[in-house]
């Protein structure tokens, strides 16, 4: 779904008319009528599904207590799944942390200085400074792997170390480093590059509402949740840990640009099915969860 197709379905069930769509969106009423055709069983789904969606949060709020858990797949011996997700591309090895003069910042200092930074400066990033960004909120500083189970320790939390959040970045401004779409592999502390073409940093921008600070950033950090990780072990309640694991991660990734006199500004307006199809991922096994703008003060 595109971020037009999106504004259309949004404008006609927030009851606007015809005419207001096409002034909105800049579109002839032909054009309206053709997209309303097209899009009428999407519509009618939506329509469909309104009611459940009126009560969803609490609904998950309270179907998620342990009361109605049953067993996991975990306990019912199931096959464990992987913590780390293959990928494939081109890698580019990352500087090692240990390396960067913080100056005077002490985390109290992080801490009331953070603010979400909207406007960055043009100075690019380092590759030191994007390195220690992903290891304070991603990298995982132990592997471990048997037939029972698979887990990684990192310097987040997350619950039973399940660690179900995989990392992305969006890079517009890193010196040395190509823009790009890649993915951080956090065991061996490298970049993979996923997709270089710049049609894909448009849809990134357009995926995320158009928000000024995703084309103005150094990089744009979009965290995918891999639900099966966490419910394997924790049944349907496993999806309340997916938000809180992004949640330390998002924090993490906040003071840590903070000593590098950088701003990160969290965002969770975006449009899910636009970012999943640049990731390609389905939605559903793997989704997008947050994502994160970062750029030097």
């Known amino acids: 779904m595109d971020p037009r197709t999106f504004d259309y379905i949004y404008l006609k069930n927030h009851g606007a008319s015809d005419e207001e769509i ?30 459940q969606a009126r009560t969803i949060g609490a609904d998950f709020a309270r179907l998620t207590s342990n009361v109605y858990a049953e067993k996991s797949d975990q306990e019912l011996e199931l096959v464990r799944p992987d913590a780390i997700k293959a990928r494939s591309g081109e890698i580019f090895a990352l500087p090692a942390v240990g390396k960067l003069d913080f100056g005077q910042i002490s985390l109290q200092d992080a801490i009331s200085q953070r603010r979400s930074l909207r406007k960055y400066s043009d100075e690019p990033l380092s590759q030191e400074e994007l390195s220690f960004l992903l290891y304070c909120s991603s990298w995982a500083r132990d592997f471990r792997s048997n037939e029972r189970m698979e887990i990684t320790f990192r310097n987040v939390p997350s619950a039973g170390s399940r660690h179900p959040i995989e990392t992305f970045v969006d890079l517009r401004r890193v010196a040395g480093l190509k823009p790009g779409l890649y993915y951080y592999h956090p065991i061996k502390h490298c970049l993979i590059l996923y997709d270089e073409s710049p049609e894909t940093q448009n849809k990134v921008f ?44 998002g924090q993490n990734l906040s003071l840590a640009a903070e000593a590098v006199g950088s701003g990160a500004c969290m965002i969770g307006a975006y449009l899910d099915e636009a970012l999943n199809k640049v990731l390609k991922i389905d939605g559903t096994q793997e989704f997008v969860i947050y994502v994160a703008a970062v750029g030097k003060k």
């Open 206 to 249: 357009e995926g995320c509402f158009r928000q000024e600070m995703i084309q103005s950033s150094a990089a744009n950090f979009i965290y995918t949740a891999v639900p099966y990780r966490t419910t394997w072990r924790y049944g349907q309640r496993g999806y309340r840990y997916l938000y809180i694991d992004a949640g330390h991660i």
């Open 22 to 51: 096409s002034k909105e969106l800049e579109l002839s009423l032909e054009e309206i009528q053709l997209m309303q055709q097209t899009l009428r069983s999407v519509l009618r789904e939506i329509e469909a599904e309104r009611p």
